[in-house]
C-alpha cells in the first residue's frame, strides 16, 4: 500500500473556520452555542444551537448557483475548498460522510400549505393547486450525495467520489475509504471528510425526538474535510505534510443501545489489521493519534494518523 | 494516476435476489424482462388522479414507506442466501455494503411537520432511525450476524452499483471473507413523483404507461420512477467452497468517477461515464470485444440516453458495433438507489442464459443514440462478459463487469 499524507485540513465550525481559530476557541473553553430564536423555542424545547459563520461565495463557479446549494453544501465546499489549497491536479477523488438528508423540505411548505383542506393535506388538491407552488428541486434535496455533488462541481473534482450516509462515524467511514483509495492507487489526490447541517426545525425535531436533543443540549453544524495524497508525492511538491494515516477501518457490532464499550471497538481494530497491515500494529509504537467514532446503530469507524516530527 | 495494475482477484458470486414491478424474484424478473412485459402502470399506492404524472413501476403490496423498505430488503436477502451456509465464516470476517438513500419522505409527514409548526406527531423515538439510509445496511447485518465492515452508500442512482464495487475491493484487498452487497428504493412516493414531474425528468405520457419507458428511442420524454430492491452474496475463492454453493458468476472489474458538471445533468460527451467504462474493463483484464451484454443505465430521459450513447461509443470503440446494448429500464422503470445492483444481476443472468432482454418501446432509435440495440424483442448473445452502467443526479458513473465462473 502506498503511504498516504494529510497535506491539507479545513474547517468550517461554530468555534471557527480555520484548525488554529477552532484550537484556540476550544483551549480557551469558549461555547459555540447561541440562544434558538424565540418563536422556535416556543416549539422545541432546546436553549441553543451551535451555528457556523462562513460565505461560499468565493468558492463558486458562478454566484447564482449559491440558491442551489442546500447550507450542508455550502459548509462542505467552504472546508473542502481550503483543504483542497492551490494545487489543483486533473484528477480529484472526493468521500464525504453526511447525515440523513441535506435539507429539511421547508421549501414545500408554500405548496403544501395551499394544498390543505381542514388542516389535512389533501392529494387531489395538492396536484390542482398546490403543484405550481411545489419546488422542483424539492426530490434532489433528499439525496445525501447532492451535498458532495456541489463540492465536486465548485472544485472539479472528476475522479472516484462517494457519499457515506450515517450518523456519528460517516465521516470516519469516508476518511477511512478516501485513505484506501490514495493508498490503493486508484486516486492521487483526495478530498475526504464529513459534513453535517442540524440546525434547521426538521432537523432539530429529528433530533428531539431521537433524544439527541433537549433542554441542556441542541443542535449543531460543521465539516472538517481533509486533503489525501501519496506521502511520496507530497514531499516531491514540497507540501507541508501534517500527519500520515497509518491505519483506520470500519465495521459493525450490532446495535449496542447507547453504550460505548472499549470491546466494541475489537472488530473494527481487527477488520483494519488485514487492510494496513504492519502500518496498523506501529500506530501503536509511534507519535500517533487515533479518532473513533461509534453510532447506537452499531456503526463505527476509527482512523489513525502519525505525526510527523 | 498510479497504474495499480488489473487484479487477477474477483470476487465469487454465490447468490443474488431481486425483487421489481415485473417479478418478485430474479428469475421471475428476468422471464418478464426477456418476454418483454413491463411493470409500469398507473399508480394505485396513492391518490396521484390529478397529479402530472400518474404512473410508475410498483412492487404491489399492501406496505409502504420504511415497513415495504424492510420486506423488500428481507426479500432479496433471503433469495441470495438460499443454500449459502454461513456458519464457517466468522463473523468478523463477513462485510455488508448497502445502496440506500433515506426511506422517501411522506408527503403527509412532511405537511404536518412544516405547516404552522405544528406539535410533533409522532413520540416514537425509533420512527426516526426507521427511515434512515443506514437502516437496511444495521438490519442486514444483524441478520448474518455480521461483524465486519458494513457500509451505506447513498450516491443516487450510482447507489448499489458502488456497494458492489465496494463488497468486491474489500474482498480484494482480503478485508473480508464474504459481503452482502445491495439495494433497496421505492420511488413511487407522491413525494418524489410530484417533485421529479416538477423537475421536467418524468414522462408525462399518462394516456399510454406502458409505453412511457422508451430508452434511445428518438420520442423519448422522461424516465419513469419505479420500485425494487436487489443483493448479491460475494466470497472470496479462498472461502467459496465452504459456503456449501457453487458460485454462479463473479464480479470482475468496478469503476466510479464524477462529472463535475451539473446537479441535474450529464455532459453531453458522457465523458464521466466513459472513463469508468474504460477503468472498469482495465480493472477486471477485459478489453470492450470481450463484453458480450451490456446493460445500459438508458433511463429515457433525452439527455441521459444521448450523452450515455455517446460515452459507449467513445468506451467500446470498433467494438460498439458488435456489443449489444439494452435498457430494462423500459420495463422496470427507475429504480435509483436499487438499479445499479439490479442491472448488475440482470447482466449475470443474460451472459449465463446466453440471451439479452429487450429495450422495448424502442420503436424509432435516435440517430445520437446509435448503438447495437436489442431493440423490443429479446435477442440471443454470444460468449463473453456482462457490463452495466450506472449514472446518478450529482453527477455520479459507476460501471461494473460480472463474468461467470
Not at chain 1, 453504550?259 to 475489537?266: G, K, N
Not at chain 2, 414507506?65 to 438460499?82: C, K, M, Q, S, W
Not at chain 2, 447482466?347 to 432482454?357: D, E, M, S, W
Amino acid at each position: 500500500m502506498i503511504e498516504v499524507a494529510v497535506t491539507g485540513v479545513g474547517v468550517v465550525s461554530p468555534l471557527g473556520n480555520d484548525v488554529a481559530a477552532m484550537r484556540a476557541a476550544i483551549a480557551a473553553g469558549k461555547s459555540g452555542y447561541q440562544r434558538f430564536p424565540d418563536d422556535l423555542r416556543r416549539v422545541l424545547d432546546i436553549p441553543g444551537y451551535a451555528m457556523c459563520t462562513f460565505d461560499c461565495t468565493p468558492h463558486l463557479k458562478r454566484k447564482k448557483d449559491k440558491k442551489l446549494l442546500p447550507r450542508a453544501a455550502e459548509i462542505a465546499l467552504c472546508a473542502a475548498a481550503d483543504a483542497l489549497g492551490s494545487d489543483r491536479p486533473d484528477e480529484i477523488g472526493g468521500f464525504l460522510g453526511v447525515g440523513r438528508e441535506p435539507s429539511d423540505q421547508a421549501d414545500t411548505g408554500p405548496s403544501l400549505l395551499a394544498s390543505c383542506t381542514k388542516g389535512h393535506l389533501d392529494l387531489e388538491k395538492l396536484g390542482t393547486v398546490g403543484v405550481a407552488l411545489y419546488p422542483p428541486l424539492a426530490p434532489l434535496r433528499t439525496l445525501p450525495n447532492l451535498i458532495l455533488a456541489h463540492v465536486a462541481i465548485h472544485l472539479d473534482l472528476t475522479g472516484e467520489c462517494g457519499t457515506r450516509a450515517g450518523e456519528e462515524a460517516a465521516g470516519i467511514a469516508a476518511l477511512v475509504e478516501g485513505w484506501l483509495a490514495v493508498a490503493e492507487g486508484r486516486s492521487d489526490v483526495v478530498l475526504a471528510g464529513g459534513a453535517d447541517c442540524r440546525i434547521d426545525l426538521g432537523s432539530a425535531r429529528d433530533l428531539v425526538r431521537q433524544g439527541l436533543c433537549g433542554p441542556t443540549r441542541g443542535p449543531g453544524e460543521g465539516a472538517a474535510v481533509f486533503r489525501l495524497e501519496p506521502l511520496e508525492r507530497a514531499r516531491a511538491r514540497g507540501a507541508t505534510v501534517f500527519a500520515v494515516i497509518t491505519g483506520g477501518g470500519v465495521a459493525s457490532g450490532g446495535p449496542i443501545a447507547g453504550a460505548i464499550r472499549p470491546q466494541d471497538f475489537e472488530p473494527a481494530l481487527g477488520a483494519c489489521g488485514s487492510a494496513a497491515g504492519p502500518l496498523a500494529v506501529a500506530a501503536s509504537l509511534t507519535r500517533t493519534c487515533t479518532v473513533e467514532a461509534l453510532e447506537d446503530s452499531g456503526a463505527r469507524a476509527w482512523i489513525a494518523f502519525s505525526v510527523p516530527g | 494516476m498510479e497504474d495499480a495494475g488489473a487484479s487477477p482477484v474477483s470476487a465469487m458470486i454465490v447468490g443474488y435476489g431481486v425483487v421489481t414491478s415485473v417479478g418478485a424474484d430474479a428469475n421471475s424478473t428476468f422471464e418478464a424482462l426477456i418476454a418483454g412485459r413491463t411493470g409500469i402502470g398507473p399508480i394505485r399506492r396513492f391518490d396521484a388522479s390529478t397529479f402530472p404524472v400518474r404512473f410508475g413501476a410498483e412492487v404491489v403490496s399492501p406496505l409502504d414507506g420504511p415497513d415495504l423498505y424492510d420486506a423488500l430488503t428481507d426479500a432479496v436477502i433471503t433469495e441470495a442466501l438460499r443454500g449459502v451456509d454461513l456458519s464457517g465464516i466468522p463473523p468478523e470476517r463477513i462485510g455488508v455494503f448497502m445502496g440506500c438513500e433515506a426511506v422517501r419522505p411522506d408527503i403527509h409527514f412532511v405537511a404536518s411537520t412544516l405547516l404552522a409548526h405544528a406539535p410533533m406527531p409522532d413520540p416514537d423515538p425509533f420512527a426516526i432511525a426507521r427511515y434512515h439510509p443506514a437502516r437496511q445496511a444495521n438490519r442486514v447485518a444483524q441478520r448474518v450476524g455480521a461483524r465486519g465492515p458494513v457500509a451505506t452508500l447513498s450516491i443516487a442512482c450510482t447507489s448499489s452499483a458502488q456497494a458492489v464495487g465496494d463488497a468486491m475491493m474489500a474482498i480484494r484487498r482480503g478485508e473480508v471473507d464474504v459481503a452482502i452487497a445491495g439495494g433497496v428504493d421505492v420511488l413511487v412516493n407522491a413525494f418524489m413523483v410530484l417533485g421529479f414531474s416538477r423537475l421536467g425528468a418524468l414522462s408525462q405520457r399518462n394516456d399510454a404507461p406502458e409505453r412511457a419507458s422508451r430508452p434511445f428511442d428518438l420520442g423519448r420524454d422522461g424516465f419513469v420512477l419505479g420500485d425494487g430492491a436487489g443483493a448479491m452474496v460475494l466470497a472470496s475463492e479462498a472461502v467459496v467452497a465452504r459456503l456449501g454453493k457453487a458460485p454462479v458468476g463473479r464480479v470482475t472489474g468496478y469503476a466510479s468517477t464524477c462529472n463535475a458538471w451539473r446537479i441535474t445533468d450529464t455532459p453531453p460527451d458522457g465523458r464521466g461515464t466513459r472513463v469508468a467504462m474504460q477503468l472498469a474493463l482495465a480493472d477486471a483484464g477485459r478489453s470492450p470485444s470481450d463484453i458480450a451484454y451490456l446493460n445500459a443505465h438508458g433511463t429515457s430521459t433525452p439527455q441521459n440516453d444521448a450523452g450515455e450513447a455517446a460515452a459507449i461509443r467513445a468506451a467500446l470503440g470498433e467494438a460498439v458495433e458488435r456489443v449489444p446494448v439494452s435498457s430494462t429500464k423500459s420495463m422496470t422503470g427507475h429504480t435509483v438507489a436499487a438499479c445499479g445492483v439490479i442491472e448488475a444481476i440482470i447482466a449475470l443472468q443474460a451472459i449465463t442464459h446466453r440471451v439479452a432482454p429487450p429495450t422495448i418501446n424502442l420503436e424509432t432509435p435516435d440517430p445520437e443514440c446509435a448503438l447495437f440495440h436489442v431493440a423490443n424483442v429479446a435477442a440471443p448473445i454470444g460468449a463473453g462478459v456482462g457490463m452495466t452502467n450506472a449514472a446518478g443526479f450529482g453527477g455520479s458513473n459507476t460501471a461494473l463487469v460480472v463474468e461467470l465462473p
